[in-house]
């Protein structure tokens, strides 16, 4: 039987190409490993964006649409949103009480993302108990990997410690410990050399950008500021056009005499950017005509996800019953 | 249009005398006037006794049986178990989002309670928490009149405090407030003179507890450590069995005469524990009449209790689809 895999992303924005090279590219892999779920984590978005759910309505099926653009297979992945499984939010409930509060805010992952979001002394309690239900999510679908980022790695430490706890305390083995799938993956800079890409800082390239959007994007990167002329020696290191070309340029041996080139002096940015805007035009090309399929038929999207909400609820309801037998709240069915 | 009356209680024993006479009697008279439902909250219960959950399953349906032996009529008032309502717990993780760990830590009730337990600094999330899980008990029913001791004023304005930032924040009026239901309850101290009564401390008087039982309980109540022969001269204030009998003796000039008596001295403690014992035996005997026919008859309790679940399955269904539709996740059905 294959292990179960759980994974997914937050709907706050659509999804780009650094995405792609951090997560998707191994999710596309892993589907053929394992019993893959793949989450839209709606109510997990709402914990720090509860003022703002426009954008989180706006983004589900955005996310869900660049998933399987990229070739998520609805055959082998079972896609779902986190608000149609009302069994989470129970098993989350009683995981609460197995938790500290300080044990909550000592959690580095938190503390980091506390800092960052500047909520100082204004932490929603949804916020802080996001690990908890991220608990719940791991646990209902007795997920035994969950691909993850080393900076995650505090979240499923802290779901390992409820789900001992659990078992111990209620003299149960329904919930399993899951590991972390550590790949190495490529961090993406942003298009503005920034060390992370992200939609707050204007410097992403989405999966679904037109070629018009990646040419203006790619021809306002910045690239060595010394180099001013074409005859002026450049940088490659550091260049974040010479970044995203090692990760698009396939051929190696072409970007190695281009790199020379650009040192010595001669090569201008507008032809090495006109490259890169081929390169990432043609990676996306297959990605969008499939993307474009399903958004002109979202009825059919609608069906994948409906089946996937149906089969991830049937499970979770399973893992919730063996849940509440523990706990001794089957009163009724006895 | 009757108003809605939410109330109830964590089943953590059975219920005793001073159970009725602090919040029961009231509730058999208020559920002629309001839409009542009594809620066994055995989650709440839980956030406090997550490692003895056998405690709330034997008491669940103890603590029902005792509603309905002082005269909870099921036509009248909707009996339910808090657990058999998940829509509830939904309704939970929507608000956590609205409401800052500092604010649930600076609430007076769960600050004192917390002190209380002797938690310190291991105060389960879940515990911490249970006011926001209290308000949706109190807004999945629309409940605008919930009954309570001053110590819980705190509960309730954090209730409203969601209510308010719900609506205003998911432009809705879906959520209600509510207003505390504060009666002249009468608190009747425990059987050693403790201002409370409490399984903890052993000295309740149950309002299933045996003619014998009663009997010997009060027969080892403290009365006044100096009335030690009948003659001696005996002081009524403050003396225990006095305090009940201001309680259950109907007779006042009788009562009168008696505590005179005493005073001068020649009224022994016997006489007056056994005039105790049977008024008490008589006040609880036509509850425990109730309360036998209804326990030699659990299918139907069982019955009214799961009607009692649908019911508040019903109305807090619809209560969600609100909350839903407010905030934007009703993905399928716009």
Not at 293 to 309: H, L, W
Request: proline letters at 4%.
């Amino acid at each position: 039987m294959k292990k179960v895999i759980l994974t997914g992303e937050r709907p706050t924005g659509p999804l780009h190409i650094g995405h792609y090279f951090g997560s998707l590219i191994n999710r596309v892999k892993l589907q053929n490993e394992y019993e893959t779920f793949i989450m839209s984590a709606d109510m997990q978005a709402l914990t720090d964006n509860f003022e703002n759910p426009k954008k989180i309505q706006d983004n589900v099926f955005e996310t869900i649409l660049d998933n399987l653009a990229v070739g998520i297979d609805p055959k082998k992945s079972t896609l779902f949103i986190q608000s149609q499984i009302p069994e989470l939010t129970e098993l989350f409930n009683y995981y609460l009480n197995l938790v500290t509060v300080s044990r909550l805010e000592r959690n580095p992952t938190i503390k980091t993302e506390i800092a960052q979001k500047g909520f100082e002394e204004s932490v929603p309690a949804g916020f802080l108990c996001y690990p908890v239900s991220q608990t719940a999510d791991i646990t209902a679908f007795k997920a035994e990997v969950v691909p993850v980022g080393d900076d995650q790695l505090p979240i499923l430490e802290q779901a390992n410690e409820i789900v001992r706890r659990f078992n111990r305390i209620y003299k149960t083995d329904c919930l399993k410990e899951c590991q972390a799938y550590l790949s190495n993956v490529t961090r993406l800079v942003g298009t503005d050399g920034n060390a992370k890409m992200s939609k707050s800082l204007g410097n992403t390239i989405y999966i679904k950008d037109t070629p018009d959007v990646i040419k203006q994007k790619v021809m306002s990167m910045y690239t060595d500021p010394n180099h001013i002329k074409v005859e002026d020696p450049g940088k490659v290191e550091g260049n974040t056009v010479f970044t995203y070309l090692d990760i698009f340029d396939t051929n190696k041996n072409e970007l190695g005499e281009l790199k020379n080139q650009y040192k010595k002096g001669g090569l201008g940015d507008v032809k090495l950017k006109r490259r890169l805007v081929d390169l990432i035009i043609a990676k996306l090309e297959p990605f969008q005509k499939v993307r474009n399929e399903y958004s002109n038929n979202m009825d059919e999207v609608y069906k994948i996800v409906k089946i996937g909400n149906e089969k991830a609820r049937n499970i979770a309801s399973q893992t919730l019953k063996e849940v509440r037998e523990a706990i001794g709240l089957n009163y009724f069915d006895k």
